[in-house]
C-alpha cells in the first residue's frame, strides 16, 4: 500500500508545445501543462464542462519522449507523484507550485 500514498494518474491534453530544459551533465528536463474536463449537469438541467490544469515535469528518458514526440493538443496519460515547491520571485514575493512529477507517460489519440 505505500505506492498509493502519493499517486496520481490523469488523462488529458497539452496546453502548449513542452518546454525542455538541458541541464548540466547532459540530462533533460520537460514541463509542460494538461487541462482535464470533468462534464456535468448543473441544477437548471445545462451540460457544464469544468476544465483544470495541471502542471507535469518529466525527467530523464520520460523527458525525452516528451521532446521527440509530443505538441500542443496531444492527448496523454500521466502517472506520477504529487509535488510541492516556493520560490521567491525577483520582487521578493514568495510563489508556491504544485506539480506533477511524471514517472510514466502513454501518448493517446492520433
Known amino acids: 500500500m505505500n505506492a498509493l ?16 530544459v538541458n541541464l548540466d551533465g547532459g540530462s533533460k528536463l520537460a514541463k509542460f501543462s494538461i487541462a482535464t474536463n470533468e462534464t456535468y449537469k448543473n441544477a437548471k438541467g445545462e451540460k457544464v464542462t469544468d476544465t483544470q490544469w495541471h502542471n507535469v515535469v518529466a525527467w530523464g528518458k520520460t523527458a525525452e519522449i516528451v521532446e521527440n514526440y509530443l505538441t ?11 509535488t510541492h515547491r516556493s520560490y521567491e520571485t525577483k520582487e521578493g514575493e514568495k510563489r508556491y507550485v504544485t506539480e506533477i512529477r511524471c514517472n510514466e507517460l502513454l501518448m493517446l489519440g492520433k
Open 5 to 20: 500514498r502519493n499517486k496520481v494518474q490523469l488523462i488529458g491534453n497539452l496546453g502548449n508545445d513542452p518546454e525542455i
Open 72 to 82: 500542443k493538443g496531444n492527448e496523454v496519460a500521466v502517472e506520477g507523484k504529487l
